[in-house]
Structures are given as structure tokens and as C-alpha cells.
């Protein structure tokens, strides 16, 4: 539902408004959570009742700041700086993008570029006295000296606290720069959940970018002979094109699996936003359709072309696994009345695929796993397990709302009641991991060290070097996993020598002792004293 009079977007009961200076957290606009125990029945319901956002913790170790994941997105397009506007601490995690983004560019078959990130660097005086001075330095130098296509200025916890207003700072330079300049409000104290940076970042994309070429169509020049030619196949083509909004974790491989089944379909195919310049973003609406994969990534962005556009979208399944993949293909060639076509695919690549696997399903039967990181991302890892025969015991989020619902109602119905934690502590995952004992763990980057340690063998959720998607996911997937669990000798020996910073005593709580306020089922007890286990799993 939209509100065009106001502006005011409704993404089902989510309230967002395009035209504030920056966004609300998900924890407002979502009731989105970071802190949950239990099981899937519960948190569904949890999540429809608005119950989940009541929970939180008497302890934490560590949560993600959204000015990590600002930075991430904002680094990936093509000819962007980086300013990191506070103390020169809060980029020192910048230096490990570089290698990613040369990676992510090469495989596309693009240009490689740097992560090429400035500091405002802040001093104590400046936290006192107001970092206008220093910002302003920051930026100049920036354009002057790398001649960028767009500059992102990321505000940090350091002058979010002191209240610089960094949108009077960035205009008063507009007209003396060349860049775009985009301001991020990303303080880390802003949001507990991570994920709010998304919308952040395309907030000062939607807000300074532009979306159409200044004569409103294709960008073609008018002077050219063949224009009206050139005009009318362009319009033809548009009427059979899709935009899929990729993410960091969606390798080159994975588009390439997404565009090759598309193509069979007859449709073209443009990636979006991640990977391209200010300037290509400008043919983000020559498309029929938005396919949003991940309504954590991009629901916000494709949300505001439907508003200011009328541009359409679907929201399909992350084409991960059999059902996933069918799912993501029938709901796009719906909107293109292509059903007929798309069941012939189906049909034709599950074939071969079932018959690929067969054998490797058949020597992993019994084997158990946990699947670690984002709920859009896990819940369909988890359905692709379940094709190959693996047994899934549980999960681990990063956080969860209402929008994980209908995949998670697929997952019980064909995985079960399974344990559930909401979580980005390390001390929870490894004893949730300690009483759930898997055979295997997939993990989002980062984690894996903490199961490795476990003594757990693991398979990273996404890389950049194999692909996860489609029917060819499927199988790669498939024999990534076998070889994983024939090859667990590390873990073991990891185990053997390595000692967690934990004390034995925390193994002997649950692991949701410390998660707070949501009762169950009207018992009065928590989480964590219906879930705790009688017998001691250390």
C-alpha cells in the first residue's frame, strides 16, 4: 500500500518516508529482533504477533556496527571513495574490502579497481569543537586528488553523539566538487540490528542519484541518424527485461546461473545496484520488472522505484536449492506470462540435477548439520540440505522479522520444529553448537573460526569462488559438502589444541540464558527454562 500525497511508503505494515534526511532502524520500521531462543513454531508466531521485538539481553559480548555494512555496499560502486567522517579507528576494518572488491570485479569480467576509503580523523578537539573543518578537507582532497565518480561520507558514533550536521557540511561543498556526494547516517549506537544499514545506504543512493537519463528514456543521441531505430529496439528489449538486485554474497557465478536460466525464458537480464557506476544506474528503470532476492538487501530501494516510477517487483525465493530455484523461476515468468516455458525448464534442469546428485545424496544420508548467518539466506540453504539428504537440526540467525515468514513455514513443513536462536554472540552459536553436536555447520564468513574451533567442519555460506545458486548450485553445493565431511581431521585436531575463551561454567547454562522479556505460551517462563536441557551437554 502507498500513500503517494505524503510519500510515505507501507511495506506491509513497515513504515518508511523517502523524504527524511535518514531512515529509522528495522527495529522501528520492521520490529525486526537480534535476540531470540527457542524453536520455529514459536518464533513464527513471534514474529506475527510482534512479540520478537520485545526481546533483548541482560548480557552482550559484541554486536555488528551498521557503519561496517555501509561501508561494504557503498564500496562496491564502480568509482566511489569513501569517507569514513569520525576517528580513524572506525576504518581500520576497511583494508580487508580490497581484496574482495578486486575479486567480485574480475570475475564479472570488469575493471579492477581499489577500495579507496579516506578518514576524516577526528581528534579529541574536534570531538569538542565539531568536525566541520575536518570533513570538509576530507572531501576536497578526495575529489581533487581521485577524481571519483561519487563520494560517501559515512557518519560514525564520534560526531553522531556530538550532532555534526553533516548534510549542511556536504551541501556547503556541492558546487565546489565534481563527485556526487552522499551522506550515510551509519553511527553504530543508531541500530542493534546490522541489517539497517541497507537501508541507509540506499536511502543516500535514492536521495542523490538519478534513476532516468536527462531526455527521460534510453540516453540515445538525438543528432544520430538511426535514433528512431536504435529507440524502438531498445523499447522492445525493455519490455523483456528483469533487474536483479545482487548483494556482496551473491558471487559471479551465482548471476551467471540466475541469467543463463533466464535467458531460456527469452528474458535479458541487468545487475543491479552493487557493481555499477552512477551513470549505469541510470537505465535501472528501462526494465519491465525488479526481482528482489532478499527483502533484507533490497526491499527499501526497489520499494521507492515502484513509488516514484511504477515500476513493478517480485520478491521470490533466493533461488537456492530445487524448490527455491523452481519458485524463483515461476514467479518471474508469471509477470512475463511465460508459465508454459518456465515449466518446461523446470522440468528439464531438475532432471538432470536429480540424477547428478543421486549418488552423492545417497552417501550422506544421515548426516546432520546447523546452518549459521541471514534468515533468507539460511532458511534456503537449509531447504537445499534437505535435497541432498542432509538432516538439519537448527539454525542461527543474525536477526529475524516477519518478512522470513513464508520461506520459514516451507522449512518447517519439510525440515520440522528445529531449534531456532537469534543471535550474533560467539558464546551462544558455540554452545548451541556443543548440545546440538551437527556433523557439519554453514557459516556466514567470520563465525566459522569459532565452529572450526569446535571441532565442527564448516562450508561458508557464500563465497566468490563457487556458486550456490540454481540447479548447478545445487550440485556444487552437493559435492563441496561431501568432500567437507571426509576431510574433518582439522577440526578435530583444532579442537583438541585450541581452548575456547569461554568458562566450563557457561556450557552448563542454555544457550539463551541471557535473552530476556519474551514469554512463551503464557507460562511466565523464558525461553531459555522451557529450552534448557536436563542433562549436562559439556
Not at 554486536?63 to 567522517?85: A, E, F, R
Not at 571519483?148 to 560526531?159: D, E, G, K, V, Y
Not at 541489517?195 to 537519463?213: E, P
Request: net charge negative.
Amino acid at each position: 500500500m502507498s500513500d503517494t500525497k505524503t510519500n510515505i511508503i507501507h511495506v506491509n505494515k513497515f513504515l518508511h518516508d523517502f523524504d527524511n534526511r535518514e531512515p529509522k532502524s528495522r527495529e522501528y520500521t520492521r520490529n525486526t529482533t537480534n535476540a531470540y531462543g527457542g524453536n520455529l513454531d514459536d518464533m513464527l508466531s513471534g514474529a506475527c504477533s510482534g512479540c520478537l521485538k520485545k526481546c533483548n539481553r541482560d548480557f552482550t559480548q559484541a554486536i555488528y556496527c551498521q557503519n561496517t555494512v555501509s561501508t561494504l555496499l557503498s564500496m562496491s560502486i564502480k568509482g566511489s571513495v569513501i569517507i569514513m567522517h569520525g576517528p580513524i579507528g572506525c576504518g581500520s576494518q576497511n583494508h580487508s574490502q580490497e581484496s574482495k572488491l578486486k575479486l567480485a570485479l574480475k570475475q564479472r569480467g570488469l575493471d579492477p579497481e581499489e577500495a579507496i576509503w579516506l578518514s576524516s580523523n577526528m581528534s579529541e578537539d574536534d570531538v569538542v569543537l565539531g568536525g566541520e573543518k575536518p570533513l570538509k578537507a576530507a572531501i576536497k582532497k578526495a575529489d581533487t586528488l581521485y577524481n571519483p565518480t561519487c563520494i560517501f561520507i559515512l557518519n560514525s558514533c564520534a560526531p553522531g553523539v556530538i550532532g555534526d550536521d553533516i548534510e549542511g557540511i556536504i551541501d556547503s561543498v556541492r558546487d565546489e566538487t565534481k563527485a556526487i556526494l552522499v551522506p550515510l547516517h551509519c553511527p553504530g549506537f543508531m541500530a542493534k540490528v546490522f541489517t539497517s544499514a541497507y537501508d541507509v545506504v540506499y536511502h543516500g543512493v535514492l536521495r542523490n542519484f538519478k534513476f532516468t537519463h536527462d531526455d527521460g528514456e534510453f540516453g540515445l543521441d538525438h543528432n544520430n541518424p538511426d535514433y528512431l531505430a536504435q529507440k524502438k529496439e531498445l523499447e522492445e528489449r525493455k519490455k523483456k527485461t528483469v533487474n536483479i538486485y545482487v548483494a556482496s554474497s551473491i558471487s559471479a557465478f551465482d548471476e551467471k546461473e540466475m541469467i543463463r536460466l533466464l535467458n531460456k525464458l527469452g528474458l535479458y537480464v541487468r545487475t543491479v545496484i552493487e557493481y555499477n557506476s552512477p551513470e549505469e544506474l541510470k537505465d535501472v528503470t528501462n526494465a519491465a520488472l525488479n526481482v528482489c532476492l532478499c527483502h533484507v538487501h533490497d526491499i527499501y530501494f526497489v520499494e521507492f522505484l515502484k513509488e516514484k516510477y511504477g515500476m513493478p517487483y517480485v520478491t521470490p525465493s533466493i533461488p537456492i536449492g530445487i524448490s527455491s530455484t523452481n519458485s524463483f523461476i515461476r514467479d518471474i515468468a508469471a509477470f512475463f506470462g511465460l508459465e508454459k516455458e518456465a515449466e518446461e525448464l523446470i522440468e528439464e534442469e531438475s532432471r538432470k540435477v536429480l540424477k547428478a546428485v543421486e549418488p552423492i545424496k545417497n552417501r550422506l544420508q544421515g548426516k546432520t548439520a546447523v546452518v549459521s548467518g541471514g534468515y533468507l539466506r539460511i532458511g534456503s540453504t537449509a531447504l537445499l540440505l534437505n535435497d541432498i539428504g542432509i538432516q538439519v537440526l537448527g539454525f542461527r540467525h543474525f536477526n529475524y522479522d516477519e518478512f522470513g515468514n513464508e520461506l520459514f513455514k516451507e522449512v518447517r513443513e519439510r525440515i520440522g520444529n528445529v531449534t531456532n536462536s537469534v543471535s550474533t554472540q560467539a558464546s551462544e552459536l558455540v554452545n548451541l553448537l556443543k548440545r546440538l553436536k551437527p556433523d557439519l555447520c554453514i557459516t556466514h564468513t567470520g563465525a566459522g573460526v569459532w565452529v572450526e574451533k569446535s571441532g565442527i567442519p564448516t562450508l561458508t555460506l557464500f563465497s566468490e569462488n563457487f556458486s550456490y545458486f540454481g540447479y548447478n548450485g545445487v550440485f556444487e553445493v552437493a559435492r563441496r559438502v561431501e568432500r567437507t565431511l571426509a576431510n574433518g581431521k582439522f577440526s578435530r585436531n583444532l579442537k583438541d589444541n585450541v581452548e575456547l575463551p569461554f568458562r566450563k561454567e557457561w556450557y552448563l547454562k542454555d544457550p539463551y540464558h541471557y535473552i530476556t522479556d519474551f514469554k512463551q505460551n503464557n507460562t511466565g517462563k523464558s525461553y531459555s527454562e522451557v529450552y534448557a536441557k536436563e542433562e549436562n551437554p559439556a
